[in-house]
């Protein structure tokens, strides 16, 4: 069954779902996995497709908007943030361990592309984690940057935001640039990929999704590298599933990150590109060893085994 939902997080209030399962008797306590979605996205991009299968497994599940996207509240849109959103998940862990239906020392915590650098960074600190699995992730915002734009492009990129550095200094607002754009024209991720499955997924189920970021934003993008730390999630067992074709995060980047991890890991590699991972069919290949993961380390059923894929 899924509820509507509103925790506070910072003074503001985060809208997300509550999943609870159909067969959870009266004063039971299942394990929870909190997940929210990657750069700019919001829960109704495809997150349902993952809860409704963790949530069939036997686990409580809350998907959530961060502050400043979705249905939640912030201004200004678009202002988006690492630390911030760390601050939104960490709250969200806050809000379902104190509800009645959940064990407040099984929780796990599931992120996707932006998120799945997120759920890294946070496994690495927060040891009310018990699991993570950490879904085509951001591993490195500069070496990704790197890889998406040509030198020349590069240099000028810092130039627009040394110039919103200035302007915001003297009292503007961060300029706003498209999330994604037709393929040569400038964008935050400037991939043909990006720019056909936001606008498609928008159209097809998420028409609230705003098609904006604040440069501001993008400077906080440079300067995050989610996988630092990732030598620290151990003892916390640490999933990650890459996509074997993926040019926005890339696939080399996440494998050289993951062998930085310590145990227990597991990594799995999938046939496809970075956002296959959402639907069918590679759907199957992303959710299926997150259930397994989560059944395993949160619902203690140890026959179950994640198959890595090489």
């Keep these: 069954m899924r509820h509507d939902i509103t925790f506070a997080s910072e003074g503001l209030s985060c809208a997300g779902w509550l999943y609870v399962p159909d067969d959870l008797e009266s004063g039971e306590q299942r394990p929870a996995v909190v997940m929210a979605h990657g750069f700019s996205a ?3 991009m495809y997150l349902y497709n993952f809860a409704e299968k963790f949530v069939e497994a036997g686990l409580v599940v809350l998907v959530f908007d961060y502050r400043y996207f979705g249905d939640s509240e912030g201004e200004p849109r678009g202002r988006l943030f ?3 959103q760390h601050e939104d998940y960490r709250n969200a862990i806050s809000w379902v361990s104190r509800r009645p239906e959940v064990d407040p020392d099984r929780i796990g915590v599931w992120g996707s592309s932006y998120s799945g650098g997120h759920v890294l960074h946070l496994a690495a600190f927060d040891r009310r984690i018990k699991a993570v699995v950490s879904q085509v992730p951001l591993v490195d ?3 990704n940057a790197q890889r998406l734009m040509r030198p020349d492009v590069f240099a000028g990129f810092h130039q627009m935001l040394a110039q919103d550095r200035q302007s915001r200094y003297e009292g503007a607002e961060s300029v ?3 999330v994604v754009a037709p393929e040569g024209e ?12 936001f606008t498609s997924t928008a159209e097809e189920v998420a028409p609230g999704w705003r098609n904006e970021v604040s440069l501001e934003s993008m400077e906080r993008f440079l300067e995050y590298n989610p996988a630092a730390n990732i030598h620290r999630i151990s003892p916390t067992p640490l999933l990650m599933i890459v996509a074997g074709e993926d040019t926005l995060t890339p696939t080399d980047l996440a ?3 993951y062998e930085r991890a310590l145990e227990p890991r597991s990594l799995v590699i999938t046939r496809g590109a970075h956002f296959d991972a959402y639907t069918e069919p590679g759907l199957s290949e992303t959710a299926i060893p997150a259930v397994q993961w989560f059944e395993r380390h949160l ?7 994640v198959e890595t894929t090489h």
């Excluded at 400038?186 to 499955?197: G, K, M, N, R």
């Excluded at 619902?299 to 085994?305: A, K, M, S, T």
């Design 42 to 44: 919001v829960k109704e």
């Design 82 to 84: 690492p630390a911030e």
């Design 141 to 143: 915002g500069w070496a």
């Design 176 to 178: 706003q640039i498209p």
């Design 186 to 197: 400038p964008a935050a991720l400037p991939t043909p990929d990006s720019y056909e499955w």
């Design 255 to 257: 494998i050289a990150a």
């Design 299 to 305: 619902l203690g059923r140890q026959f179950v085994e």
